[in-house]
């Protein structure tokens, strides 16, 4: 990174403008710039300052997150974080991460205490990720690889994603046709109590049905299954029949785990399987796609040029495992094709 990204906080607690303030600011790598009250305020002071990234409250007088977000209209910069209190604001949180926020972090209270310490590793590690210039992003230099499988029809379609994911699925779940011949499964790293959400916003504007998947849901063509944010979700396969299966075990540091989901899956559908890694920070999926791979099965990656944080992509780039790459807007195609 050429400079430290800019951090605007937009809270209407004075309290928690100071906490976040001062958590971002022991980081030697984020420059705060500033602060706003409100979602007016916040609108005047990122035309003012240009900020890289802004965290922003959800609930907030004069204009709330949700109308500083479509006022922005989407735009790349700057990336939005959203702070949110858990189980109050996951209906607008859900629709913030589908307007272009392109993470959250939950606040564990919605009193104004010593308790928003607890979210700061969190906080930093998040604001990094997203604080990246897109111009900054590249294609990694890798040695030559064999190519990707493509000739095996894919019964099954599983995605992994973290930060900007929301987005990314939003646009490639509403391109998707109605009578799409396999079912898609969905690992998207997000706090417990978002998902149930997020899917039905997502059903609303796709013509495939999308759920929150739920222990022993029969996986069927035309559907998309959002794992549960907090558990697991694996795909077994009982009497030729796809069925999802529901953990809480936290056998992984991500819960969901794309790698959990990606490793039931090789093992269930094998050669049939195709495997997506989305956007995201970290490398979780990896081993995952190993084990497709290995099973026959084959894999894409979403090209550096529009992922909001180049993290999962590239480490499967990196491990030469054949996958293909395509930006995001080419993706929707490339489903259909190999299914």
Known sequence: MSRRPRVLIADDSAFARTVLSRLLRTSSQIDVIGTARDGKDALDKIEALQPDVVTLDLTMPELDGIGVLRALGGRASPRVIIVSISGVDTELGAEALTLGAVDIVTKPTARADDRLHAIGTELIAKVLAAGIPAAEIAEPL???????????????????????????LTRIISSLPGDLAAPIVIALHIPAGYTESLAKRLDRISKLRVVEASEGLE??????????????????RSGGVMRAEISHTPVRPFAPSVDELFLSGARAVGTHVLGIILTGMGDDGLEGCRAIVAAGGSLLTEAASSCVVYGMPRAVQEAALGAASAPLEHIPAEIIRRV
């Open 142 to 168: 890798l040695a030559p690889r064999a190519q990707s499988v493509l000739g095996q029809r894919a019964d099954l379609v599983m995605i992994g994603t973290s930060t900007g994911g929301p987005q990314a």
């Open 219 to 236: 996986l069927v063509p035309g559907m998309v299954a959002l794992a549960k944010g907090g558990s697991h979700l694996r795909v077994i």
